[in-house]
């Protein structure tokens, strides 16, 4: 964590959460050392990351927030998190997507941005066990200068159990998921790590989504870089059954070295891609 003088203030405050939560709590003067900033700057970020409520401040430094592995918010206080990352992520994301596709669109917020992006992307079969992404497209085929209201995908629900984030879930969702084949799985997460994989509080939602993971012919995981280090209560799948991560330009450089030992394929939202990267790179 050294060298990181110019450190846009969200990659720093990314920086300080990883570090927090791997070590259980750090020190003012140990981050002012580690970033070669000022002691008023890591105070700054320490009180911005304390109104986000994922670290408590103590004497002399914070520590993390401990949230119930099981507690699962609902979708309307998940949608209102970062917005800007979110939005970078689905245009990203809308690029890997080739007209006539059947893709997967899991529950969540950002796919919930995503399906706004694949409106105007022709003759998709969309499989979804989102309610809101559903509501996106049935609202999309009605727009102004929508054609004469053809439909501008077909949309295939799932069915099941509805969970506190309008996702469906459980055995009818899993029968039918079971059954189908996708070209692209694009998958919100709770949480995602090295050691835990992707995670989720609701053991349902787990099981749901082991499901989309086997149907699916390529995995592309969209998560912002908050949910780096999060671990929810049940894993459903690991990195290596990840084909493409998309995230967004706060992730910290020393997390995405972390990544790339476990991906092949890292897209950052809204940066050029690098010079050796893989086909599906932005």
Sequence with gaps: MSDN???????????????????????????????????????????????????????????????????????????????????????????????????????????????????????????????????????????????????????????GVRTPSETLVGPVADRAIQSLHFDLLFLGVHGISVEAGLSTPNLAEAETNRQFVRSARRVVVIADHTKWGTVGLSSFASLEDVDTLVTDAGIPEVLRAEIAEHLSDLIVAGEPPAENGGPGEM
Excluded at 6 to 13: C, G, P, S, T, V
Excluded at 76 to 84: P, R, V
Excluded at 144 to 150: A, K, S
Aim: aromatic letters at 2%; charged letters at 25%.
């Design 5 to 159: 003088q110019n450190l846009l203030a969200e990659q720093r405050r990314a920086l300080i959460l990883d570090e927090v939560r791997r070590r259980g709590g750090v020190r003012v003067n140990e981050l002012t050392r580690r970033l070669n900033v000022s002691d008023m700057t890591v105070r700054r970020d320490l009180d911005a990351l304390a109104r986000q409520g994922v670290v408590e401040k103590v004497h002399g430094g914070a520590v993390p927030v401990v949230e119930a592995s099981s507690h699962e918010p609902g979708f309307e206080a998940k949608s209102a998190l970062e917005l800007g990352a979110k939005e970078a992520i689905a245009r990203a994301a809308a690029a890997l997507v080739p007209p006539g596709s059947a893709i997967a669109l899991a529950g969540g917020t950002t796919a919930f941005a995503l399906a706004h992006h694949l409106l105007d992307v022709p003759d998709l079969t969309v499989v979804t066990n989102s309610v809101r992404v559903a509501d996106v497209f049935q609202s999309g085929q009605r727009r102004p200068g929508n054609g004469h209201g053809e439909a501008t995908a077909t949309v295939v629900i799932t069915g």
